[in-house]
């Protein structure tokens, strides 16, 4: 697994966070490092925790998060690493 590709995912998860406002950043990023000992780099091999919280905290707008996600990361999509954790957040 690549940095580039962590940084990638990292910063697709921040961005769509943060249309949210920064507090929801801050709050996802609570409950990764309190609950799960992770942290935004460590979504791209987890992103089922990452689904959980996301469902959890934002369900009505879940389908707007992933979009703006999955839109950060289209010109990555080719890489497995990207394209798995793009599937596991849709499915």
Do not use: W
């Not at 996802?28 to 089922?48: F, G, M, N």
């Amino acid at each position: 697994m690549s940095n580039v590709n962590k940084h990638a995912v990292r910063l697709a998860v921040e961005q769509a966070m943060l249309n949210l406002g920064l507090s929801e950043l801050e709050k996802v990023q609570a409950i990764l490092r309190s609950k799960y000992l992770l942290t935004l780099d460590d979504c791209i091999d987890h992103p089922e925790i990452l689904k959980g919280i996301l469902l959890q905290l934002y369900n009505p707008q879940y389908d707007e998060i992933f979009q703006s996600i999955q839109k950060s990361l289209s010109a990555n999509l080719m890489e497995p690493d990207i394209d798995n954790f793009i599937n596991s957040l849709r499915n």
